[in-house]
């Protein structure tokens, strides 16, 4: 199975002195995920949680909502020619009641790291198919200084980012602040499916009184997982894309962006934030 770093020789310049030494880099390998037994997604993604990021893949296209909807997920060997196991494809195998969309034409076939579902874009695709509407959820109310303190948490434990520098993260907090999992990848997007898919399995969805904390920016990708997995939350540290904002405000989504310090900017779901004084209008 592909390990999480891998080291390779680098030449190092520093103040005009020149160096060779051994540097620790994050490993990137390709994940094909099938759905009983047919292709239907590779992604690039860091080794490790392969069948929770799986799992909460199919969670986000509304394939999955609870753990018994998923049978079993197995790597497939013989997925070389001579026959050996690459530990890079699985094979999600499905409850037999579970109705499986046609998610085929509405998606790439492949994703990248950084992309995400890029071929997915509808609005409205997303709020008809979510399971749990964000706006049904209990009141839930964050004080801007618990928000401003969560970014130094999620730092504090990224153990791998600390060794390579090379790994985006995503988090759950509790409404108080209490980190509940963490999970590092190559990819945002797989971090957030890797988190998804474990409390999939854990029978913990819908997320209904979480926050998601993503360690860059908050593309629609983002926050159609949130959505599809009930979180009412979505933190992030950089900017987010347009279509993430339009679909926070049509769903109910809290949305925050450049979370930096003391500062951040809500951009939909202002409600859940409980300010001290009235926000001025306009």
């Known amino acids: 199975?592909?390990?999480?770093?891998?080291?390779?020789?680098?030449l190092r310049i520093r103040d005009g002195a020149v160096s060779t030494r051994p540097d620790t880099l994050v490993a990137e390998e390709p994940l094909e995920i099938r759905l009983n037994g047919k292709p239907l997604a590779i992604t690039m993604r860091t080794p490790g949680d392969d069948f929770a990021l799986a799992a909460g893949f199919l969670v986000s296209e509304g394939v999955l909502a609870a753990g018994s909807d998923l049978l079993n997920i197995v790597y497939c060997a013989g997925a070389t020619v001579d026959g050996s196991n690459t530990y890079n494809v699985v094979d999600v195998k499905t409850a037999p009641d579970v109705v499986i969309p046609d998610i085929t034409l509405e998606r790439n076939v492949y994703t990248t790291?950084?992309?995400?579902?890029?071929?997915?874009?509808?609005?409205?695709?997303?709020?008809?198919?979510?399971?749990?509407?964000?706006?049904?959820?209990p009141p839930l109310r964050l004080e801007p200084e618990l928000l401003a303190d969560l970014p130094d948490r999620l730092r504090a434990a990224q153990r791998v980012f600390d060794r390579t520098g090379g790994l985006h993260a995503a988090a759950l907090f509790s409404e108080d602040?209490?980190?509940?999992?963490?999970?590092?990848?190559?990819?945002?997007h797989n971090a957030v499916d890797k988190l998804v898919g474990r409390a999939l399995r854990n029978g913990e969805l819908p997320l209904?009184?979480?926050?998601?904390l993503v360690s860059g920016r908050a593309s629609f990708e983002l926050a159609q997982k949130a959505v599809m997995a009930g979180i009412p939350v979505l933190?992030?540290?950089s900017a987010p894309s347009s279509l993430a904002v339009d679909l926070a405000a049509e769903t109910g989504l809290t949305l925050v962006g450049f979370l930096r310090?003391?500062?951040?900017?809500?951009?939909?779901?202002?409600?859940?934030?409980?300010?001290?004084?009235?926000?001025p209008r306009g």
């Open 177 to 188: 602040g209490e980190l509940l999992d963490v999970r590092e990848d190559v990819g945002r």
């Open 113 to 137: 790291s950084s992309c995400g579902l890029c071929g997915k874009a509808s609005l409205d695709a997303v709020r008809t198919t979510a399971r749990w509407p964000i706006a049904d959820t």
């Open 208 to 212: 209904s009184r979480a926050v998601l």
């Open 261 to 279: 310090g003391s500062s951040m900017n809500v951009y939909a779901g202002e409600g859940r934030i409980a300010l001290r004084t009235a926000a």
């Open 1 to 10: 199975m592909g390990r999480v770093t891998e080291r390779r020789k680098v």
């Open 235 to 237: 933190a992030a540290v």
